[in-house]
Structure formats: structure tokens, C-alpha cells
């Protein structure tokens, strides 16, 4: 099991930048691949990045070239850091750490709000 704190969340002027965190903790965070969700009111939760417990990372196609996923083991952390945020940004971030077999978990989520 692992549980998962994220952080980092606000408000952000358009153009912007953010980065955001997730603590880990419970069990070593190198075992874990980790994805970033977000979700608005009223829609489902969807893919944002994956940064692979290997390194290997993926990224939603309308965010690739402002998305970018990273993570320190040693840290226990992964981050998201998004450049050039616009409106339609703004979401409830999540992170994800799971693993065949092991199971998914959930942090509870940060706000951010993209807004002049």
C-alpha cells in the first residue's frame, strides 16, 4: 500500500507555469509507476502523464510540449509540471501511484485554477 499527498495547487495566470507534487509514503516509491489525473465538475477523471516506474513517461496528446512528469525515488516524490497553462487547465490534479497485481491508489487531489 501507499499513500499519496499532493501538493502545489493555486491559482495560475494564464501563460503561466505550475508544478506540482505527490508524496509518497507506506511502501518504497520505486516499486510504483505513477500517472497524473484531473478532473472538472461534472466530467470524468482523465489522463494527464505517466512517469513509469522505469523512467518511461507518456502524456496526454493535447498537453505534449507543455507536460512534463518526473520523479525522485529517493524522495519519495513525483511532480507535474505544466508551462503555459490556459483556462480550460484549471481541474482538480490527482496522482495515481499503481502496479499489476498490487493495486491502485489515490491522493486526494489539488486544486488549480487558471485565471487572469
Known amino acids: 500500500q501507499v499513500q499519496l499527498v499532493e501538493s502545489g495547487g493555486g491559482s495560475v495566470q494564464p501563460g503561466g507555469s505550475l508544478k506540482l507534487s505527490c508524496a509518497a509514503s507506506?511502501?518504497?516509491?520505486?516499486?510504483?509507476?505513477v500517472a497524473w489525473y484531473r478532473q472538472t465538475p461534472g466530467r470524468e477523471r482523465g489522463f494527464v502523464a505517466l512517469?513509469?516506474?522505469?523512467?518511461?513517461?507518456d502524456y496526454l496528446d493535447s498537453m505534449k510540449g507543455r507536460v512534463s512528469a518526473s520523479r525522485d525515488n529517493d524522495k519519495n516524490t513525483a511532480w507535474l509540471q505544466v508551462a503555459d497553462v490556459k483556462p480550460e487547465d484549471t481541474a482538480i490534479y490527482y496522482c495515481?501511484?499503481?502496479?499489476?497485481?498490487?493495486?491502485?491508489?489515490w491522493g486526494q487531489g489539488t486544486q488549480v485554477t487558471v485565471s487572469s
Open positions: 495515481n501511484a499503481f502496479r499489476g497485481g498490487m493495486g491502485s491508489f
Open positions: 507506506g511502501s518504497p516509491f520505486g516499486i510504483w509507476d
Open positions: 512517469i513509469g516506474r522505469h523512467g518511461n513517461t
